[in-house]
């Protein structure tokens, strides 16, 4: 099983930077590919970022591709999402979620993801 705690999250101006963290905590860490999805009011949630588990390949949704990176440290058992030249419709809850595999297969729906954070919210000033 795997927790999962995002922090990190917080008021940012348009054109800025952000850096989420997401902290696991059990015994499978090493074999959970991870991701990171948004949700803002009024929306469904999106896909954000996804990374496999050995940190080998990542995948990006269209909306913030060339601007985020994902990345992760299976020693601090620890995933990040860093992200630039934010605009306001990046504003939402971010959250953190993982699934088991230990193949490299990655995913963009959000019922694929067996584990959840509780999420941290991301505000862009206009």
């Known amino acids: 099983q795997v927790q999962l705690v995002e922090s990190g999250g917080g008021l940012v101006q348009v054109g800025g930077s952000l850096r989420l963290s997401c902290a696991a905590s059990g015994r499978s860490f090493s074999s959970t590919a991870m991701g990171w999805f948004r949700q803002a009011p009024g929306k469904e949630r999106e896909f954000i970022a996804a990374i496999s588990w050995n940190g080998m390949d990542s995948d990006y949704g269209n909306s913030v591709k060339g601007r985020f990176t994902i990345s992760r440290d299976n020693v601090r058992d620890t995933v990040y999402l860093s992200g630039n030249s934010l605009k306001p419709e990046d504003s939402g809850v971010y959250y953190c979620?993982?699934?088991?595999?230990?193949?490299?297969?990655?995913?963009?729906?959000?019922?694929?993801?067996?584990?959840w954070g509780q999420g941290t919210q991301v505000i862009v000033s206009s």
């Open positions: 979620a993982g699934r088991l595999d230990r193949v490299g297969i990655l995913r963009r729906v959000a019922s694929d993801y067996r584990y």
